[in-house]
């Protein structure tokens, strides 16, 4: 039967103690609807999406899905952002108990004739809290894909138990890239969203459900992919959210090799022909 939810897995007991997971993970590789969810993290975050919050009307703003870092990928995109300093935010929400040591990574770019807001910062809350900076968190974005950049920045998240935490980043100015003011056309990216946290417990994610192995997991770097029905795209990215392997290969059983981009944990995306895709963690030792 073919997916068309993400990250329906399997959790194994392992003697990995303190290890380094990803909670949730945003390459939006897909322009559909679908995109607004998350492709790689832990499955209870599956069902949460990334939103644009804070528009004039207070209702959530339309997200569409335009190019991305990576060639063949897409980027989260809105428009909307005037008069937004200190209102207007992108957000995401998850659920992480037991997770400590939280780090953040993403990429932000604004448009260029439509010029997008350049100043935003980092925030978190718990549940029910209120906003928080994250210290360092500030950002300044350009119209390209290197200028707002977070890599790994620690995020001081305690105290979450079971409920759930916020994430936003905060326009702070209404000035655009060109040095006016950001009118309503004004475009705001965002690209390879991923929240990494240590884990106490020592639990694992395999990639094994109906219909669909990849094994073996861990790796050498050699690790095949077996399916029901045949798989139309196969992509494969790192931590960072870079894409690593594409193919298009139409058939049930698929043999990949990552051995030359080294050690450390990768996140498979498998797609079907109806556009509905599987999600999982392979680990290369």
């Known amino acids: 039967m073919k997916k068309s939810l993400l990250f329906i897995a399997m959790f194994i007991i392992t003697l990995t103690t303190y290890a380094q997971d990803t909670i949730i993970g945003f390459s939006f590789h897909a322009n559909d609807t679908l995109s607004k969810r998350p492709n790689f993290g832990l499955s209870t975050n599956a069902g949460y999406d990334i939103r644009k919050e804070g528009s004039a009307t207070t209702s959530l703003d339309s997200i569409s899905f335009t190019n991305g870092v990576t060639s063949g990928d897409y980027a989260a995109t809105t428009t909307n952002w005037d008069n937004g300093a200190n209102t ?34 980092l925030q978190w809350k718990l549940s029910g809290g209120t906003y928080a900076d994250v210290p ?22 305690t105290g979450q138990g079971t409920g759930s935490i916020y994430i936003c980043w905060l326009m702070t100015t209404n000035v655009d890239v060109n040095g006016g003011s950001v009118t309503a056309a004004g475009i705001s990216k965002i690209d390879d969203i991923i929240l990494t946290a240590s884990n106490s417990i020592g639990i694992e ?31 494969v990215y ?36 109806d556009n509905s895709y599987y999600s999982g963690k392979v680990i290369v030792r």
């Open 205 to 235: 994610e395999t990639i094994y459900t109906n219909g669909i192995t990849v094994y073996p997991n861990p790796s050498n770097g050699n690790f095949c992919i077996e399916s029901n029905d045949a798989v139309n795209d196969i992509l």
């Open 136 to 157: 360092n968190g500030t950002i300044v974005v350009a119209n390209d894909w290197t200028t707002g950049v977070v890599n790994q920045l620690p995020v001081p998240i």
């Open 238 to 273: 790192n931590t960072l959210g870079a894409l690593v392997y594409k193919s298009s290969p139409n058939q049930l059983i698929n043999n990949i090799d990552l051995n030359s981009f080294g050690k450390g944990i990768y996140f498979v995306n498998v797609r079907y022909d």
């Open 88 to 121: 207007k935010l992108w957000s995401i929400k998850f659920k992480a108990p037991g997770y400590s040591n939280f780090k953040i990574s993403s990429k932000q770019r604004c448009g260029g004739t439509n010029g997008g807001p350049v100043n935003f910062k």
